[in-house]
């Protein structure tokens, strides 16, 4: 492998060029993209496949075609520009006047619970910037790279100090018009469509089993990402959902969704606030975690 020195590492303006010419595979067309003459546009891609000694585009008279390196390497430099268009905000946005606050949750969670119960903390708490991470599931939560995660389970995680919110009870929901005529025993659940979340994949075989009732069809039934999709699938009308039941409170109250079953199974995991034992001390841990345990005794 070829060793490289800091003087034959790509300049960004040659990656900026390179990622403009192989967008519009026209160095002309880059050339007024960038502001810059096609000559220079040229020399720069040059000077890049030169450093890197590789060919990165076929040229004819008709027009530029990416190599199979350049297609590759194409992806890796939009990354890569993608990442210092980032950081540059952020140091942007923050200056030296905030400390940012790296935030991780369920998509579902993240719009049903954490967002609005965060309404007001930034003007409060304007020293503190938020970012969040949208994860499906707490196994791709890389730690490492967050200060506060919002977890489903059973609240024990290796060198994290946990805070336990609220446990989880699932409700069965639809669209009222689905319900021509209400449920009256167990078994006329399988009259209908019952609506799967990946994020328990053997929620409604338990929720049948805590009642002794043996469903053919437990596993049956379009399967969604989120709960979110998951609601939104039972307002359509497309069949009955098992919901916790704090995500679908807004839908029971404006009259979207009913409850259709008044069994409430409460699984035997619950939601968390998470972060690192080692940080405990932190000022924007301690400010978040305030305003986090404040707001769930006003509720």
Same mark, same amino acid.
């Given at each position: 492998?070829?060793?490289?020195?800091?003087?034959?590492?790509?300049?960004?303006?040659?990656?900026?060029?390179?990622?403009?010419?192989?967008?519009?595979?026209?160095?002309?067309?880059?050339?007024?993209?960038?502001?810059?003459?096609?000559?220079?546009?040229?020399?720069?891609?040059?000077?890049?496949?030169?450093?890197?000694?590789?060919?990165?585009?076929?040229?004819?008279?008709?027009?530029?075609?990416?190599?199979?390196?350049?297609?590759?390497?194409?992806?890796?430099?939009?990354?890569?520009?993608?990442?210092?268009?980032?950081?540059?905000?952020?140091?942007?946005?923050?200056?030296?006047?905030?400390?940012?606050?790296?935030?991780?949750?369920? #998509?579902? +969670?993240? %719009?049903?619970? @954490?967002?609005? =119960?965060?309404?007001?903390?930034?003007?409060?708490?304007? !020293?503190?910037?938020?970012?969040?991470?949208?994860?499906?599931?707490?196994?791709?939560?890389?730690?490492?790279?967050?200060?506060?995660?919002?977890?489903?389970?059973?609240?024990?995680?290796?060198?994290?100090?946990?805070?336990?919110?609220?446990?989880?009870?699932?409700?069965?929901?639809?669209? #009222?018009? +689905?319900? %021509?005529?209400? @449920?009256?025993? =167990?078994?006329?659940?399988?009259?209908?469509?019952?609506? !799967?979340?990946?994020?328990?994949?053997?929620?409604?075989?338990?929720?049948?089993?805590?009642?002794?009732?043996?469903?053919?069809?437990?596993?049956?039934?379009?399967?969604?990402?989120?709960?979110?999709?998951?609601?939104?699938?039972?307002?359509?009308?497309?069949?009955?959902?098992?919901?916790?039941?704090?995500?679908?409170?807004?839908? @029971?109250?404006?009259?979207?969704?009913?409850?259709?079953?008044?069994?409430?199974?409460?699984?035997?995991?619950?939601?968390?606030?998470?972060?690192?034992?080692?940080?405990?001390?932190?000022?924007?841990?301690?400010?978040?975690?305030?305003?986090?345990?404040?707001?769930?005794?006003?509720?």
């Amino acid at each position: 492998m070829q060793k490289m020195t800091s003087r034959t590492y790509p300049s960004t303006m040659s990656l900026r060029c390179f990622e403009a010419s192989a967008r519009y595979l026209s160095f002309t067309k880059a050339a007024q993209v960038m502001h810059m003459t096609q000559s220079a546009i040229s020399k720069q891609v040059a000077h890049l496949e030169d450093s890197l000694n590789i060919q990165l585009f076929e040229r004819s008279l008709q027009r530029l075609q990416l190599t199979p390196t350049g297609k590759l390497f194409l992806k890796e430099t939009q990354i890569i520009l993608n990442q210092i268009e980032i950081s540059v905000l952020n140091v942007l946005a923050h200056r030296n006047e905030a400390d940012t606050l790296n935030l991780a949750a369920h #998509p579902t +969670l993240c %719009s049903r619970w @954490l967002i609005p =119960i965060l309404k007001g903390f930034s003007d409060t708490n304007p !020293q503190i910037h938020l970012e969040f991470q949208e994860q499906i599931s707490s196994s791709d939560i890389d730690i490492s790279q967050i200060d506060i995660a919002f977890l489903y389970g059973n609240g024990v995680w290796r060198d994290m100090t946990s805070i336990k919110l609220f446990e989880e009870i699932c409700i069965a929901v639809s669209a #009222p018009d +689905l319900m %021509s005529t209400p @449920l009256n025993k =167990i078994e006329d659940f399988q009259n209908y469509v019952l609506i !799967q979340s990946r994020a328990r994949p053997r929620a409604w075989d338990e929720f049948f089993q805590a009642q002794d009732f043996s469903h053919e069809k437990t596993f049956i039934g379009p399967r969604f990402d989120t709960f979110s999709a998951c609601v939104n699938s039972a307002v359509l009308g497309s069949g009955i959902a098992l919901i916790p039941k704090f995500f679908v409170k807004k839908e @029971l109250e404006n009259g979207e969704l009913v409850q259709v079953w008044p069994y409430e199974m409460q699984t035997n995991r619950s939601y968390y606030m998470v972060y690192p034992t080692s940080m405990s001390q932190t000022p924007k841990i301690t400010t978040m975690t305030q305003w986090i345990k404040n707001r769930l005794e006003s509720d």
